[in-house]
């Protein structure tokens, strides 16, 4: 499987701020994806990463709010945008490879805390 | 739209001994893939065993087994020989096989089962 990691672990952000979030593969893979794990919650998925283009939000998930970016095939950005306290969630970022398209592999996730 | 449910938010089992976490799913497909990922406090997500719909031998990973009832649509994950190291939070996933473009890739996860293991 992948190598897949997220910088940073771990945040805490004041509301009203950005950040953004950033996964790194250490090979080519076929989709990247972003999911959104609230406090004791399952996964919700924000969007699918596509490269070179804008990316596929579901439903409830606006580009304004979660901007991303995949510049190539092993590399992704999510911003979380004018932040407030119900933002505070685990991101993690998936893949699918370019062998096993079948399987989806999580990176380590980040942290998120909005004071 | 497929759902998963998993009826037990917590389940406890004694070190080395054998515990079944339950799962089931809705779905008018009938090819699919279904997954147990495992989370540990450090919030990794593990995946631990997963199984293709249209093979009827169940999956197995050395400790891990699944008994998966097509009919029933029913995917439990039996966890043997239990070590302190499984100690997590256990989900169920589906995801459907037949290619749509990006949605078909899109993982459903249950609710998750909190699994404790005592020494």
């Known amino acids: 499987s992948a190598v897949i990691s997220q910088k940073p672990s771990r945040d805490i952000c004041q509301r009203g701020t950005s950040l953004t979030i950033q996964c790194q593969v250490d090979s080519q893979v076929t989709m990247m994806f972003w999911y959104r794990q609230q406090p004791g919650q399952s996964l919700t998925l924000i969007a699918t990463?596509?490269?070179?283009?804008?990316?596929?939000?579901e439903s409830g998930f606006v580009i304004d709010k979660f901007p991303i970016s995949r510049p190539n095939l092993t590399f992704s950005t999510l911003t979380v945008s004018n932040m407030s306290p119900e933002d505070s969630s685990i991101y993690l970022c998936?893949?699918?490879?370019?062998?096993?398209?079948?399987?989806?592999?999580f990176g380590p996730g980040t942290r998120l805390t909005v004071l | 739209a497929q759902t998963v449910t998993q009826s037990q938010p917590e389940m406890s089992v004694q070190e080395a001994e054998t515990v079944t976490l339950s799962c089931t799913y809705d779905t008018s497909e009938s090819d699919y893939y279904l997954f147990w990922y495992k989370q540990p406090p450090s919030r990794q997500m593990i995946l631990v065993i997963r199984?293709?719909?249209?093979?009827?031998q169940n999956a197995t990973e050395n400790r891990f087994s699944v008994n998966f009832q097509k009919a029933a649509k029913s995917f439990s994950l039996k966890i043997s020989d239990s070590q302190l190291g499984d100690a997590a939070m256990y989900f169920c996933a589906y995801r459907s096989s037949a290619y749509s473009g990006a949605g078909s890739y899109q993982l459903t996860f249950g609710k998750g089962t909190k699994l404790s293991v005592i020494p």
């Open positions: 199984q293709e719909a249209y093979k009827q």
């Open positions: 990463a596509n490269q070179g283009s804008e990316a596929t939000y």
């Open positions: 998936s893949v699918v490879g370019a062998r096993s398209t079948d399987t989806q592999y």
